[in-house]
Nanobody
Framework: QVQLVESGGGLVQPGGSLRLSCTAS????????MSWYRQTPGTERELVAT????????NIADSVKGRFTISRDDAKGTVYLQMNSLKSEDTAVYYC???????????WGQGTQVTVSS
């Protein structure tokens, strides 16, 4: 059974940091590109960051560039999103996604809430 389980969300003050984790099971994690998306009520899901297989490249959205970094540990089947200098506009539900275009397979986690507020 495929599972993506996010953790690490919560309430943080502006300027603070959080690290999100997404642990995968039920598929060959190392063969998938991994991404973080976020969504606020009434809006479409927004791509935040992507890391390719073997960590060969990363792509970070302009809105978070210089503040967020994505990394992966294939031995642990986990992808991370380090979020620094958080702003109120970063408040959203954050989702991880596993993607293997060659097989047309996409998996989503259930999401974790991040709230940036004083």
């Amino acid at each position: 059974q495929v599972q993506l389980v996010e953790s690490g969300g919560g309430l943080v003050q502006p300027g603070g940091s959080l690290r999100l984790s997404c642990t995968a099971s039920g598929f060959t994690f190392s063969s998938y590109a991994m991404s973080w998306y976020r969504q606020t009520p009434g809006t479409e899901r927004e791509l935040v960051a992507t890391i390719t297989r073997l960590s060969s490249s990363t792509n970070i959205a302009d809105s978070v560039k210089g503040r967020f970094t994505i990394s992966r540990d294939d031995a642990k089947g986990t992808v991370y999103l380090q979020m620094n200098s958080l702003k109120s506009e970063d408040t959203a539900v954050y989702y991880c996604r596993a993607d293997r275009q060659a097989l047309g397979r996409i998996y989503w986690g259930q999401g974790t809430q991040v709230t940036v507020s004083s």
